[in-house]
């Protein structure tokens, strides 16, 4: 886990380690793990199972970052759900509310391949958004009255605006993606919120209490399990330590790198 809390201020004592503001993080504020060895706190090693490969290892943080948007709501299952941007983060936002019993899941996305990655995992339906009628197909899903849970995953301006019209009324909307440009709504946009009386959180990180929170621990029990997946279309290349130079080479293009890179030992 990268996170290390100051365990002192009034978000930690009250256990919402990922508001503190005197914190670190393995990464960035400190030395990270782009070496061949790093010295980490013992509370931010997560054990995991013999059968859970490093690869999904290295997609701990993700999931977690998934399962605290669905903590961050008042999930229930028996309901549908909508998430909306089928990246990494979005894929494990579907199959955690499938694990915790939504009735339906639709995943929404631009790429026809990442429904079908959605479907492969376990999501019930996949909407394309560049199609035009892609809103009618959405509530015929939903006989018209929209989704009960409402998952952001994207971060992008379109999807944000999707979030508010996808809402059925009284629905729980949540913004688990960090937003890039600025946003702006239309009053009619706006007013969605209003006339639905949807509730609309935002959620950060991956922590609760007690520290690291159940997010860690249900990530490596439901991945020891085999419920939550992993799929190799989440890693777009392995590089070895000693050319990591050229990994970050890569990003300097727009649109290349579709997925994580994943650094690897030399051996």
Known sequence: MP????????????????????????????????AE?????????????ANVSFEQGAFFEPATVALHGL???????????????GGTIGMFVMQWAKIFGAAQTTVFDISPERLQLGKRLGADAGILTQEENFMEQ????????????????????????????????????????????????TVKEWENMNRKEFTLAGSWMSYSAPF??????????????????????????KIPLSQIAGAFELFKVPGTVKGKILIDSEN
């Open 212 to 237: 690291p929170g159940e997010e860690w621990k249900l990530t490596a029990h439901y991945f020891k399990a085999g419920e939550l997946k992993f799929d190799d279309s989440f890693i777009y290349r």
């Open 37 to 49: 060895y790093v010295v980490v706190p013992e509370s931010n090693a997560v054990p995991f199972d």
């Open 71 to 85: 903590k961050r709501v008042l999930y229930e299952g028996g309901k549908t759900v909508a998430v909306l941007g």
């Open 138 to 185: 959405a509530m015929d899903l939903t006989g018209g009255r929209g989704f009960d849970y409402v998952f952001e995953t994207a971060g992008n301006v379109a999807t944000m605006k999707m979030a508010f019209e996808l809402a059925a009324n009284k629905a729980q909307v949540c913004f688990v993606g960090t937003p890039t440009k600025e946003l702006s709504f």
């Open 3 to 34: 996170l290390v809390p100051c365990m002192k201020c009034e978000d930690c004592l009250k256990g919402n380690y990922s508001l503190c503001r005197h914190y670190s993080f393995i990464g960035s504020r400190e030395f990270g793990s782009f």
